[in-house]
């Protein structure tokens, strides 16, 4: 059997995964992830604060332990919004910045839009601003290219520079102007959202600049394996080795900064 192709997974849930998930995942070839702060039922910022621990605390070294080299985004979701607090949660952010493990902050963004959403997207971003972080934003996967439409302009006027954005889940819809305007792209191969042969095409189709791999797997119905099977129709392609390492690894490792 071939090697599997070394994957960086950009996007990853484990405390929604067992270990053997994890295991699973190393075993198709996931070498790095990203752990992203998720979204919980009631939230109040002691909890986000508890889960920002829980995150850099038990599930960055859970990876490790499978042998998966492990960084973290915190941020606070959309759907995670305290209704009080949120100020507190914020300023408490910072400090989880200085170890070099947490890598960028998300992932923010809007899910059902309206004036909170926008409002707490908003002060994430001018955080993001002025420590120059990494952003990770969510695109949802209802009314996708309305919501991205407005999360482009809100990234506009925040002032954060495009190149440090990441607008994941995007679509053969919504990936071009995504790029365009000079943000990188997250495809999620998801189950519900992208099979991995439309992953390929797009790859096909785009070239390998500024886009980037991942799975949001632990967040329901996720595909553990959804990457190995996208970087094994990749290999066979007929891409170049270049492209294709470029989607499934070094890009995402060049956005977060953590080496190639
Ligand atoms: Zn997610």
Redesign the pocket.
């Known amino acids: 059997m071939p090697e599997p192709l070394p994957i960086f997974d950009a996007?990853l849930?484990p405390e929604g995964l067992s270990d053997q998930d994890l295991e699973s995942m190393r075993f198709f070839g996931v070498e790095r992830a990203l752990v992203?702060a998720?979204h919980f039922p009631e939230p109040t910022s002691k909890a986000l604060l508890r889960h920002f621990d829980d995150v850099v605390e038990r599930q960055l070294p859970r990876l490790e332990k499978v042998g998966i080299r492990a960084y973290a985004a915190l941020g606070v979701h959309p759907r995670c919004i305290p209704r009080r607090g949120l100020s507190e949660v914020l300023s408490a952010l910072p400090d989880y910045f200085q170890g070099g493990r947490v890598v960028a902050l998300g992932?923010t963004g809007l899910h059902a839009g309206g004036e909170e959403e926008e409002e707490a997207f908003l002060e994430q971003l001018a955080l993001a601003r002025s420590l120059k972080l990494r952003v990770v934003v969510?695109t949802p996967l209802a009314d996708k290219e309305r919501h991205t439409r407005r999360i482009l302009m809100l990234l506009r006027q925040s002032g954060v520079l495009p190149s440090r954005v990441l607008v994941d889940h995007a679509t053969a819809r919504t990936v071009r102007t995504i790029l365009e305007v000079g943000h990188w792209a997250g495809l999620t191969l998801h189950p519900e959202a992208l099979a991995a042969e439309r992953a390929v095409a797009l790859v096909r189709k785009l070239g390998s600049e500024r886009l980037v791999l991942n799975s949001?797997a632990g967040?329901g119905a996720g595909d553990i394996l959804g990457l190995a099977r996208v970087a094994n129709l990749l290999s066979k392609a007929r891409l170049s080795e270049r492209v294709v390492r470029r989607v499934a690894r070094d890009n995402a490792a060049r956005f977060f900064q953590v080496g190639t």
Do not use: I, K, S
Request: zero cysteines; proline letters at 0%; hydrophobic letters at 10%.
């Open positions: 996007h849930h992203v998720h992932e969510h949001d967040d």
